[in-house]
């Protein structure tokens, strides 16, 4: 799945569940993809957001990886909340998992997005590790 796709589907789920300010950069914008605050606290979240490209070898996954981690770093400053948005595959989620526990010691959350509008979290909390499936952002991302 292409990162436009990732980033309309997560923007049109932040837009149901009340989120405000929602900003969304496409194409050569810069900062982070989504910017957004809660709807009761006002904190803000920002989401990076990347999209499988061509070929799907190991060392592709692992660049688009990389690349969202630092683009979120640039955003982290310990009170907002912050995440890395993929396509829901096998091998992002398996990569994930593999550094889920410098994620979580940096309250970083990983989200993965299916073509059907399906997202999948693998946050600080997540038990063992496995990302799970949610209905809802605000529940899972609310510190």
Same mark, same amino acid.
Not at 56 to 67: M, P
């Given at each position: 799945?292409? *990162? #436009? ?9 932040? &837009? %149901?569940? $009340? ?15 989504? *910017?957004?605050?809660? /709807? ?10 990347? +999209?499988? #490209?061509? +070929? ?11 690349? %969202? ?15 890395? %948005?993929? /396509?829901?595959?096998? $091998? ?14 940096? $309250? ?9 509008? &399906? ?8 038990? %063992? $590790?496995? /990302? ?10 609310? /510190?």
């Amino acid at each position: 799945m292409r *990162e #436009r796709k990732v980033k309309q589907l997560l923007a049109k789920q932040l &837009e %149901a569940e $009340g989120f405000m300010n929602l900003k969304v950069r496409y194409g050569h914008e810069r900062g982070v993809d989504i *910017e957004a605050q809660f /709807p009761e606290s006002g904190r803000k979240l920002y989401i990076e957001v990347k +999209g499988e #490209r061509t +070929g799907a070898q190991a060392a592709n996954i692992r660049q688009v990886f990389g690349e %969202a981690l630092l683009q979120i770093f640039t955003a982290y400053d310990g009170s907002s909340v912050c995440a890395i %948005a993929l /396509p829901n595959t096998r $091998g992002f989620r398996g990569l994930a998992r593999r550094v889920f526990t410098p994620l979580s010691r940096l $309250g970083l959350h990983a989200l993965f997005v299916s073509e059907d509008g &399906e997202i999948w979290h693998l946050g600080p909390k997540t038990p %063992a $590790g496995l /990302p799970r499936r949610i209905s809802s952002l605000k529940e899972v991302l609310q /510190p």
